[in-house]
């Protein structure tokens, strides 16, 4: 299926100053995002950027913030959470010109939405985190998303790759499927679930252990492992 320009917008997530020396391959993601964003704005293709935490990880690559239309700040793993999706979805306007509102309201035509550019291209860091939550939210918002595998990438291989092997499997309406099946199974049954989607973790999980290079860094209810300091340094970087 080929991608249609025209229907395209880019979004480049989180190649940041203090955060990209401790990504996997970093110099060649930085490079092969650069191209894609340079392409894309000669194709007029839409592109955007994101931040996660600038104050502590740094500004967006000016390798390839110079491309982007507008760069988003983010405190959430899924950029969605905090207004990308304002961004990919255009206002409403008014296709009225002249004196069209002095004329009566039932004269008046209502303001159309601009059409959206529905395919999302992404690349970006970590992959296994802001990237893949970034992803599955705009699925489920039904946009259709192609990942740039060579301008992603995380701090090991490891994880990077176990990214690529989740996005390209369950789609987001039989990840909530499955999900709505697990929450009613754990009613009657412990269930030991090893995943990377932390949404999901935290959707269903009573008690969470999060684990760094095979070492537990924390276990506690939900809440608390979302608010854990080590837990925020270990997955999103603390290079300050």
Same mark, same amino acid.
């Given at each position: 299926m ?5 229907d395209s917008?880019?979004v480049?997530v989180?190649?940041?100053?203090r955060l ?13 995002a650069k ?9 007029e293709?839409p592109v955007w950027?994101? !931040?996660?935490?600038p !104050?502590?990880l ?9 491309f982007?239309?507008s ?5 959430s ?6 207004g990308?999706?304002?961004?990919l979805k255009?206002?409403?306007r008014?296709?009225?010109?002249g004196n069209?509102?002095?004329l009566?309201k039932?004269?008046?035509k209502?303001p159309?939405?601009e059409s959206a550019?529905?395919?999302i291209?992404?690349?970006g860091v970590?992959a ?5 939550q970034?992803?599955l939210d ?6 259709q998303?192609?990942?740039v595998t060579?301008?992603c990438s995380?701090?090991?291989?490891r ?8 996005l390209a499997?369950?789609g ?5 499927r ?9 009613a ?6 090893v ?5 999901a973790?935290?959707?269903?999980a ?11 860094i924390?276990?506690?209810t939900?809440d608390?492992i ?11 970087g603390d290079?300050?």
């Amino acid at each position: 299926m080929l991608i249609d320009d025209q229907d395209s917008q880019l979004v480049l997530v989180d190649y940041q100053a203090r955060l990209m020396p401790a990504i996997f391959e970093s110099e060649s993601v930085v490079i092969n995002a650069k191209r894609l964003a340079q392409a894309a704005h000669w194709m007029e293709v839409p592109v955007w950027g994101t !931040e996660q935490n600038p !104050e502590k990880l740094g500004a967006l690559s000016g390798e390839v913030r110079q491309f982007c239309r507008s760069v988003l700040p983010k405190m959430s793993f899924s950029a969605c959470a905090d207004g990308l999706l304002d961004l990919l979805k255009p206002p409403v306007r008014n296709s009225q010109g002249g004196n069209a509102r002095s004329l009566p309201k039932h004269l008046q035509k209502k303001p159309e939405p601009e059409s959206a550019r529905s395919t999302i291209i992404l690349g970006g860091v970590e992959a296994h985190i802001c990237l893949l939550q970034t992803a599955l939210d705009l699925l489920e918002q039904e946009f259709q998303v192609y990942i740039v595998t060579d301008a992603c990438s995380s701090r090991t291989e490891r994880n990077r790759d176990a990214a690529f092997d989740r996005l390209a499997g369950m789609g987001a309406e039989e990840t909530r499927r499955m999900l709505d099946l697990l929450n009613e199974l754990k009613a009657d049954h412990a269930i030991l679930l090893v995943e990377h989607d932390m949404d999901a973790v935290f959707r269903i999980a009573d008690l969470i252990t999060v684990m760094v290079n095979g070492a537990v860094i924390a276990s506690d209810t939900p809440d608390v492992i979302r608010s854990n300091p080590a837990v925020q340094a270990a997955y999103l970087g603390d290079h300050a």
